[in-house]
């Protein structure tokens, strides 16, 4: 599997505390079945965590890189960032400062859980005008998804992929995230499934539950499609295809 959204980039936001806490996670990530994991810090979010693409974190993936390869965990580490959206992103994107999922079309968004539709849709266009693919980071945890029906196809309309949290179908995050990312996959309007992965404890990489529950509700090849195959693509820069 590969895991497109993970807090491992450690010391930098609420994930991972340290470099152990880091490796501890990636190797319960490979025993669960995962072989690839962008590094996706907090970050451009206003009065908390900045987190600007600069040497601090690169450095930090590139430890990261040598204690997996020195520990036998084989792992693919890719560079990325969970960015806090907001009116100044699509320029950000545009000077560097922020990066998308190992310098493919894609970079991972994500919102206030309150930001108003409107909005939303304003500030996705305005990246998607910079040649970027927005990846929606959990479209099924965000108030207006919740309350507005047709969110949803707003968002793919725009040209928007959508990254659904195992979490939210194991139901971690409560009623109407629940319901709204089962619509999601009812819908096929998922591209991707992630972990969102905080810690080796509680919220963690491992993703086999999330696999084994799309493949009992809905199909193996779905399961495939949503945390192998799209997912890789999108980490290759590749065009991504619909299920
Ligand atoms: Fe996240």
């Known amino acids: ?19 152990e806490t880091a490796v501890e996670m990636v190797a319960l990530a490979r025993e669960c079945g995962t072989t690839g994991i962008a590094a996706t810090p907090h970050c451009n979010v206003p009065g908390s965590y900045g987190n600007y693409w600069d040497e601090t974190l690169k450095e930090k993936i590139a430890l990261l890189r040598s204690t997996l390869s020195e520990r036998k965990i084989p792992v693919e580490i890719y560079e ?29 968004i994500e919102f206030d859980f309150y930001e108003y539709a409107q909005d939303v849709y304003e500030k996705l266009r305005a990246i998607t005008a910079e040649g970027c693919v927005p990846v929606v980071a959990h479209p099924e945890r965000y108030a207006f998804v919740a309350e507005e029906e047709d969110a949803v ?10 990254q659904v949290n195992k979490g939210s179908l194991e139901g971690r995050f409560g009623r109407d995230a629940f319901f709204a990312s089962r619509r999601l996959m009812e819908l096929r309007l998922a591209d991707a499934v992630a972990s969102d992965a905080h810690s080796p404890y509680m919220r963690t990489p491992d993703m086999r539950h999330a696999h084994e ?7 193996y090849d779905y399961a495939e499609f949503l945390l192998e195959e799209n997912p890789r693509r999108i980490l290759r820069d590749e065009d991504t295809n619909r299920y």
């Not at 529950?213 to 199909?219: A, G, H, P, Q, V």
């Open 1 to 19: 599997m590969f895991d497109i959204h993970c807090h491992i980039c450690y010391g930098s936001d609420d994930g991972a505390e340290n470099l």
């Open 80 to 108: 990325g960032q969970e960015i806090f959206c907001t009116d100044k992103t699509a320029r950000l994107l545009r000077e560097g400062k922020l990066i998308t999922l190992n310098g493919s079309r894609y970079p991972l």
């Open 153 to 162: 196809f707003k968002l793919k309309n725009i040209g928007c992929l959508l």
């Open 213 to 219: 529950l799309i493949c009992e509700e809905y199909s």
